[in-house]
């Protein structure tokens, strides 16, 4: 209904252009609030106070001005002017309860729209670094991606989905030769294990995996590895560095392996537990119930040549130095902070050299929209990324970031400790198996992305009214036992049948005819505001709506007409139920 006051009013607009009130090339925003209080009508514009400028009159003229010329049309039964300038709107009932046939027609397709108009987006997210489980951070993006993926589908937009493979650089380094090195305590060599190394035991697995395929192959004496290495840190009782130095000692520690190993051999560790890593990932994702259309590998970059692509481009537009043997980026013309290395003195190419050639590899592939889901801890890299596309010639513009906040998982009340590099996590395997899929994703969706979260695993896992995705759920689970009961007593029903008609009193009935007929429009508000937790809310009301009505009379009655009735506005609650949670990955239970 909010769509049929709109098109009224931008009918008065063409009107008021075609009498010369308005300049013929005035292009009016046209908004449309639900109203908060039911004196007020259903809806209410600011139409009369935005037209101010342009007639020269008082809001309150104009607004009368705007009712003289509206169309009349039976949908709107009453038109007033409010407070400064406010014109609210009163809805037939007949015409909010057309929403129910409208639902029950379109099914599924129900509150998709063309708002998108088939522009392609491509949605970058989770692209954790494959050194190890998926933690309850990277659910978070995870869930945040794939539900605003989902809700950009429902909104006309072309969207492809894709996790970006960080396989290539010092992370990946610093991974094969912690496996490594726990392949050779596996085989009886001495190793005082590195503070910088990974400490997780599905290090410990795949290093026995390693051993158990290739026997003592990668086995070398124990006192070679440390050669020429710089010492470890070291710490005092109260944790403060007294000597020594993690960073080095690791690299060390990597240089070591590549010379002993060979590159072959050396490439056999590092792909045995990239490969491990990604497939586990992989699974991961698709029990969390989010897909990808493809995993972009950071190493095709190098391979391919598209970085050195990206750099040269800068290059010709004068945007790279040298200094001190390194490549430096002029970042700082774009409102960075500081310039950037994209190629250090050793001839290595930085992490941010692949990023810009990855976004302009995104460009070139065709895409319209360009959205990158990043934890909050890389809000530094928004300037200088924005900055490389904008000197290789593209629009910045195309690029959206949207960045997730952690999550902080509570137990009893307790916050739980979190260090990947120490292997003391959470894993989102671990995490789903204690909660189950659907609690967490509802739980991560929740609220909005840059807001900081506090999952509390107690409530996710508890059946009561105050566990938001149980209340959800049941509320479908609930009309889907309404039906089974009719069925079980003998009940034929015809209320998918469009057109009938329809006679709703109660003040139940009446606010979920509103609820349902909001939900299109909220997921076109969510869409372009890329906060799918707005379904989320929605979903909780509607719910509310339900068990309200639920409570308030009797669906199973003997008068036919108001039986069906009935069966037919739960039916559409049912049916938008569905709907929302399928956005948000969510199931609708038939029974709890």
């Known amino acids: 209904m909010k769509q049929v006051v709109a098109e009224a009013l931008l009918s008065v607009v063409e009107k008021l252009k075609s009498a010369k009130i308005l300049p013929a090339d005035f292009t009016a925003q046209i908004i449309v609030e639900n109203s908060k209080d039911k004196a007020h009508g259903d809806f209410a514009t600011n139409l009369a106070m935005m037209l101010t400028k342009q007639i020269g009159k008082p809001p309150r003229e104009i607004a009368q001005l705007i009712i003289d010329k509206m169309p009349a049309t039976e949908a709107i039964t009453r038109v007033e002017i409010a407070g400064p300038g406010f014109i609210n709107f009163f809805i037939d009932d007949s015409a909010k309860f057309a929403v129910i046939d409208k639902i029950l027609a379109e099914k599924a397709n129900f509150g998709c729209s063309n708002l998108g108009q088939d522009k392609s987006v491509l949605v970058e997210f ?150 491990l890593i990604i497939a586990d990932i992989k699974q991961d994702l698709t029990d969390f119930k989010v897909e990808f259309d493809q995993w972009f590998s950071e190493k ?111 137990r009893a009340g307790k916050k739980l400790a979190m260090s990947t590099r120490s292997g003391q996590f959470v894993t989102l395997r671990e995490l789903r198996t204690e909660v189950g899929t659907d609690a967490a994703r509802f739980f ?70 509103i609820l349902l007929g909001k939900y299109p429009d909220m997921i076109n508000r969510a869409a372009m505001a890329r906060e799918p937790h707005q379904i989320a809310y929605y979903l909780k009301d509607l719910a509310h709506g339900l068990h309200s009505y639920y409570n308030a009379c009797q669906f199973i009655v003997d008068d036919e007409n108001i039986r069906n009735q009935r069966f037919a506005l739960i039916a559409a609650v049912k049916q938008v139920l569905q709907n929302g949670l399928a956005i948000i990955g969510v199931s609708a239970p038939t029974s709890m």
């Open 126 to 275: 989770v692209s954790a670094n494959p050194t190890g489980p998926l933690h309850v951070g990277h659910g978070r993006g995870a869930s945040y991606g794939a539900s605003l993926a989902n809700l950009l589908q429902a909104a006309g937009f072309k969207v492809s989905n894709e996790y970006y493979v960080n396989d290539a650089g010092r992370q990946m380094d610093i991974l094969a030769t912690s496996v490594w090195l726990r392949y050779l305590m596996f085989n009886s060599q001495e190793i005082i294990f590195p503070v910088n190394a990974y400490k997780g035991n599905y290090v410990i697995d795949i290093a026995k995996q390693l051993s158990e395929k290739f026997a003592d192959k990668f086995v070398v004496d124990a006192i070679k590895v440390t050669i020429d290495v710089p010492a470890d840190e070291l710490k005092d009782s109260a944790g403060e560095i007294i000597s020594g130095d993690k960073e080095k000692h690791i690299d060390g520690l990597i240089f070591n392996a590549k010379q002993l190993l060979g590159e072959t051999n050396y490439r056999m560790i590092f792909d045995l537990a990239l490969n």
């Open 300 to 410: 095709s970059l190098m391979d391919t040549g598209v970085i050195d692509s990206a750099i040269n481009k800068l290059q010709v537009a004068g945007k790279i130095y040298e200094q001190n043997g390194a490549l430096w980026f002029k970042s700082t013309d774009y409102g960075d902070e500081k310039d950037r290395v994209v190629v250090r003195d050793n001839g290595l190419k930085t992490y941010f050299a692949s990023d810009i050639a990855y976004h302009l590899n995104k460009l070139e592939r065709g895409f319209d929209i360009l959205i990158d889901v990043w934890g909050s801890d890389h809000h530094g890299y928004v300037p200088r990324v924005k900055a490389g596309m904008q000197a290789m010639g593209a629009d910045p513009a195309t690029l959206e970031v949207l960045l997730v906040q952690f999550a902080i998982l509570y």
């Open 444 to 513: 991560y969706v929740q609220r909005k992305s840059e807001q900081h979260m506090d999952f509390d695993l107690d409530l996710a896992k508890s059946k009561s009214n105050d566990n938001p995705v149980y209340y959800i759920q049941y509320a479908h689970a609930r009309i889907c036992r309404v039906f089974e009961q009719a069925l079980a007593k003998g009940f034929t029903t015809n209320y998918f049948c469009t057109g009938i008609s329809r006679c709703y009193k109660l003040e139940q009935e009446n606010h979920l005819a």
